[in-house]
């Protein structure tokens, strides 16, 4: 049984998939299938797990959409953007990477964020700077790897 | 069982010599960079100072063969393809001392204490588990069960969905592969991985989590033994040169690469055709930048056919 949950929602042409869950073997992206609309954003903010089986199960999802579809990924979870560092193929060729979420620790105050960053917010691969939501302090430390994290983007315009 | 009359070290590394000199030497006699070498010797060489590995091959036991790498993890793992390591050791300037006495310490050890997390947890610790004997899909529920009692104020943010990434992908090989190879005596996978799988008999999957002050520990058994080096290696030389799914009936071919990225140290205990376990330890750490600079291990124990 998928533990997969995909909520969807047409808002002016563009379609907006909600995934929440694990995608795994089991995925079921049968509610996906035949899509018409131009532009279709998958927001991935309730993954909990992506495994090697749920990648293949996606791969071959995105496959089969209609080469003219504008795809958008949108709040895509640390362990999600690990495993598409990890794994080539999540990312549809062309596709938009909106957002995701990225690792900034603060000295301040000792505690660790998981900041939501847009995609225009990195250039070059260089973290943005941020403000602790804890204490304030203006310059938390972004608490990865920059060429190693921002690998995904690569191929972003 | 035959055990290490010595060990040599090879480092020009003062600062790292003495502390692994100090971790070792409990174990057995500690030289440095002796001149010659006999099979009768463990041998960790430091990369970065020691001699070339070819020219250590032809003398040694290469199970003891211990090397300290500072390279890249995929150049690590083509290293090992290629030279058949059994050991490396991803440097870390703190860890490494602490990280060679526990896997050599298995080598100077009876076999039937390798198993478990036992080794790598200080004595005392507490681990919880559970067996398998299906696919019901409940085990990364009760993974993430389990590592909600952890206390995590020590780590990053992150490490319960590595492990319990870890842990799926492990026991996914371990139900799906394990009993078909031992049955069919073939490295061919032909369980589509949608289908269930029920094991027969006493047949199990045993997961196993515990921490202690350094590291928390993941380890997935299984009672077949089928995983051997050579599937290991060839797998994560796989995941590291192509990263990419493969389409075939079965796993997509990448779980132990991915089991082996999201940890720190990489551990294979196998005794051939009876039972496999894989260990993964994330060692404690506040920042996720250190474990992910962290230069990973890998260690491949296994116990002669008798």
């Known amino acids: 049984m998928s533990k997969l949950k995909i909520d969807k929602e047409l808002l002016d042409g563009v379609l907006t998939a909600q995934l929440a869950g694990t995608i795994d073997e089991d995925a079921d992206f049968t509610p996906l299938q035949g899509l018409s609309q131009p532009s279709v954003i998958f927001d991935f903010h309730g993954v909990t797990m992506l495994n090697s089986c749920g990648i293949r199960e996606w791969v071959s999802f995105i496959a089969k959409l209609p080469p003219a579809t504008r795809v958008t990924y949108r709040r895509c979870p640390q362990i999600i953007i690990e495993q598409i560092n990890m794994v080539h193929g999540f990312f549809r060729e062309g596709a938009v990477i909106e957002s995701f979420a990225a690792p900034y620790y603060c000295e301040h105050c000792d505690k660790e964020s998981k900041v939501m960053l847009k995609t225009a917010q990195v250039q070059t691969r260089k973290a943005p700077t941020q403000t602790c939501p804890h204490c304030g302090e203006a310059n938390m430390e972004f608490d990865a790897l920059e060429e190693q994290y921002f690998h995904f983007l690569k191929n972003q315009g | 069982m035959i055990k290490p009359e010595r060990i040599a070290i090879f480092t020009k590394d003062n600062e790292l010599f003495d502390a692994l000199s100090l971790a070792l030497s409990p174990l ?169 799988v029920f094991l027969r008999g006493s047949e199990l999957v045993q997961v196993n989590l515990g921490m202690d002050t350094h590291a928390v520990g993941l380890s997935v058994m299984d009672c077949f033994g089928t995983l051997d080096w050579t599937k290991t290696v060839e797998s994560l030389h796989r995941g590291f040169q192509e990263k990419t799914v493969q389409y075939k009936k079965g796993g997509a071919g990448l779980g132990l690469y991915l089991a082996f990225s999201h940890g720190n140290q990489f551990i294979v205990n196998r005794r051939p055709g009876l039972r496999t376990e894989v260990i993964c330890l994330i060692e404690k750490n506040r920042r996720y930048r250190q474990y992910k600079g962290r230069l990973k291990s890998f260690h491949f124990f296994e116990e002669a056919s008798s």
């Not at chain 2, 993890?73 to 058949?84: L, N, R, S, V």
């Not at chain 2, 076999?111 to 080794?119: A, E, Q, T, V």
């Not at chain 2, 005392?124 to 590592?147: A, C, W, Y």
């Not at chain 2, 842990?167 to 369980?191: C, D, F, M, Q, T």
Request: no cysteine; aromatic share 8%.
């Open chain 2, 28 to 196: 057995a006699p500690v030289v440095r960079a002796p001149k010659s070498l006999d099979n009768r010797t463990l041998v960790l060489v430091d990369e970065r100072k020691g001699p070339a590995i070819d020219d250590l091959k032809p003398t040694l036991h290469l199970p003891w063969l211990f090397w300290i790498g500072h390279r890249e993890d995929k150049d690590h793992i083509q290293f090992i393809h290629e030279h058949h390591l059994h050991h490396l050791l991803g440097l870390d300037a703190v860890r490494t001392p602490w990280e060679a006495e526990m896997q050599i310490k298995k080598i100077f050890a009876e076999k039937d204490k390798w198993w478990g997390l036992k080794p790598y947890l200080a004595a005392g610790t507490m681990t919880d588990g559970f067996s398998l004997s299906d696919s019901n899909k409940h085990g990364t529920d009760q993974v993430r069960e389990i590592l909600k009692l952890q206390e995590w104020s020590e780590f990053f943010d992150s490490p319960q969905d590595h492990l319990a990434l870890m842990a799926n992908e492990l026991v996914s090989n371990a139900l799906y592969n394990g009993p078909e190879e031992k049955r069919s005596g073939s490295a061919h996978y032909p369980i589509d991985r949608k289908a269930p």
